[in-house]
């Protein structure tokens, strides 16, 4: 549903939270339990912005 908003998409490059998920994906291992741990961050943060 926030996908669909353009002012949303266009805001994307200004989200602290995408930066730092980018960020991170930039220095992680792909280790099974680093990509877990980033996989439920992200989780836990879209479900507050669809909330």
Known sequence: KLVDSPVYVEGLAD??????????????????????SLQMEFAIEATKRLN
Request: no cysteine; net charge negative.
């Open 15 to 36: 989200d602290p939270f995408l930066r730092g998920i980018v960020e991170k994906l930039d220095d992680i291992k792909l280790e099974h339990e680093e990509l877990q």
